[in-house]
DNA sequence: GCGGCTTAGTATAAGGCGTGAGATAAAGGA
DNA sequence: TCCTTTATCTCACGCCTTATACTAAGCCGC
């Protein structure tokens, strides 16, 4: 009987956390549990404070529903985002509402793992101290990083765009962080978070997109993470569009990240059309927003933009046929601001690329957090294992004054 | 307590299917269980005749080791596939050794759903009246069929190349067989086959490839296939690999199987050597052979197949960087003869196509298991219910002299 | 060849936990 | 006020795992 009570505990709070506030009888209907065990386990969640009572619903006839929620308040989660040109580190609340936020001016792509770790535990630890002074319990710390995330021992980081080799980031936080600590790559973070939050709510087989200078995704298949063997499934951004096609900084041909990348899109927009000349330090996203304005009346830009929705969405069929997902999402900065514009065409290549049977079944929609929501990602992953331990995060660290907890 | 027992029954009986004969000691160790529990229920096990013990290990100091083993003869399986071209029924023991095969004279694509259900329960029902005749007991049958296997409230097939377009084949099965049946697409039978008998056994994450006249892949992530949201997931074939290339027959332009099945291949060797002419009725494997042979000798020949392999590769990376898979199987009858000289090119192309880290961590392997596999496989299906159910079948269907099972 | 040692497997008792049935609570309506 | 309805809780029951102690079955050394 290995620890039967958690899965019940589980399966009570997922639905409670994902879908909001509920009565005890649809979370009986929703866990399978009989409603006597519904009643203790919420018993033992409300104990606990993990769970309140909210209110009761209008009764039509019989004894009325009491609705149950999460409580917001229960405890913090932290977010760090390591971007390639940031840090960002925020604090939510179990409603996933930003309680503080903190920016670490570290440029790790100038500096090694040390110094990214120094700072970003040295902005974490003085949210904690900040937030413990009002006295509010911090749960844990989840950790976006833009590479690959080996989940073995420990975890370990492969990120070369900031030269990071098998860095093991978990173990140096957790040095430095009396927290809980959780790391993940930043495209499967936001994923995540646009997954609970966003627009993949509601569904469970899910492909959410990462559209800036580089692309990736993240995969959720029946709802959770599809990681693959060794942490690096979803790397879309290197999957082949044009057979032989121009070299792209992973060193292979054709990449759909050479095509349709923001840094691809703005030099080509350059080659086609003479008057426009790229500065040596691009700030892409404003030269994005230049190019999306241009397409209106400018052939060339409009002709850019075109290219890209035709290669964007064979490679979106690609995806739907090889997932056959409920709903794909276009997320990442480039992707918000290019999307309103090239969805239209890119459903259409998707439904002319994709078999007819899953392109029937797809839905193809803008994402809806915005390009900082890297952080928010980070933060469910620490919620992620509060749901998946019944309302308990794995052990030890010492956390003060939880003695129930 | 939704049946703790069967999902400790469960835990025991799947190493012992899918490693062989174990001790309890061993059992303990692979289950997690306490070794009382693996007492109880291999007792229990061996009482319903499902377990036995089969001899005992040297000891070295200590009480020696029983050997136990899922007793082959407890029941057999029986397989259907229905192919384009033809039906084959076969039964096999939970050794997964054959026992009977029967052969159906049928072409599915030339009749309807009605007249191949007829003619294949038929089939089923001969061989269940010999067997049982033997006093063999049939434990169910697993029917593979070339097309998606959307599995709602039954098993509805869609499969344009035979002209089914939501045949609920499982009702019409049950209605003529009084056995347990399962429905699956081939290519997904075929994988599970090779995944636990062939090239995939001992891996978890695992792309198996179905390289014929059309292209497909079964997709397992850590040991379980991959369906998607509505069980068309894996359509590898239909994948673009030329933007704007040529059309398929799926009506997209450039896929994968217009490019390298085995049909696009003899045509492109015909339109490049002028001395090749195929006949109207073409035998394609027979001349697959012959482009095989060809190819040592003749340029245009093998100017095909390496192009097949660079294109075959380039598509089997984009499966690497999206699934990170630890092993990729080339399967399917024109995989199985064109394998042998193409692998190395193949093998060449994703290590230069794929993303190094994920590359480096997978291989690219032949299949084990021929291209007749699809019914052991559909046969698979059946052992699966089994194990998933702790050495029960989902009720019904009267299943006489079992009493206790 | 006989005790001692080691390891495997079994019996027993204790305790955790879900469940169904019935009890109780809390409304609306006559 | 009483009846009906619906929600929630209580409790006894039984399933199942597990810890513990015990038995079984071999090797080893004297």
Not at 67 to 92: Q, W
Not at 282 to 299: F, K, P, T
Request: aromatic share 4%; net charge negative.
């Amino acid at each position: 009987m290995r620890d039967l009570r958690r899965v019940s505990r589980a399966a009570v709070l997922r639905p409670l956390f994902l879908d909001g506030p509920q009565n005890r009888v649809g979370l009986t209907r929703l866990t399978g549990l009989s409603s006597a065990s519904v009643t203790n386990v919420i018993g033992d969640l409300i104990q606990e404070g993990l769970v309140v009572e909210v209110g009761r619903e209008e009764s039509d006839g019989g004894r009325p529903r009491v609705v149950l929620s999460l409580d917001p308040g229960f405890g913090l989660v932290i977010g760090v985002d390591v971007g390639e040109t940031g840090i960002r580190v925020e604090a939510f609340d179990l409603s996933m509402k930003e309680v503080a936020v903190a920016l670490v001016g570290v440029h790790p792509q100038e500096h090694d793992a040390g110094v990214v770790v120094e700072h970003a535990s040295a902005a974490v630890n003085e949210l904690k101290a900040q937030l413990e002074g009002e006295g509010r319990r911090i749960l844990g710390v989840g950790v976006a990083v833009p590479g690959v995330v080996e989940h073995d021992s420990d975890a370990h980081v492969h990120a070369p765009s900031i030269g990071w080799d098998g860095v093991p980031l978990g173990r140096l936080f957790r040095q430095r962080i009396e927290l809980p600590v959780s790391v993940e790559n930043g495209a499967k973070t936001l994923g995540q978070a646009e997954m609970w939050l966003g627009a993949g709510r509601g569904y469970r087989h899910t492909v959410v997109t990462l559209w800036a200078t580089g692309i990736g995704a993240a995969i959720f298949a029946d709802g959770t993470l599809y990681r693959g063997a060794a942490s690096s499934a979803g790397e879309w951004g290197h999957t082949n569009v044009v057979a032989g096609g121009t070299e792209c900084r992973c060193g292979a041909h054709g990449c759909l990240e050479a095509y349709v990348g923001a840094e691809a899109l703005l030099r080509q927009w350059a080659a086609a059309d003479g008057t426009v000349s790229l500065p040596e330090e691009l700030d892409q996203q404003a030269w994005i927003d230049r190019l999306v304005e241009a397409a209106g009346s400018n052939a060339a830009a409009a002709a850019v933009l075109e290219r890209a929705a035709t290669h964007f969405g064979t490679a979106a069929a690609n995806l739907v046929n090889l997932f056959n997902p409920e709903r794909i999402v276009v997320g990442g900065w480039a992707g918000l601001k290019l999307g309103p514009l090239l969805l239209p065409r890119i459903r259409e290549v998707v439904a002319a690329q994709a078999l007819h049977y899953p392109a029937t079944r797809v839905t193809v929609e803008l994402g809806r957090l915005g390009a900082e929501a890297v952080a928010l990602g980070a933060s469910t992953l620490i919620v992620e294992e509060l749901l998946a331990g019944g309302g308990r995060l794995p052990e030890g660290h010492a956390q003060p004054s939880a003695a129930r907890f």
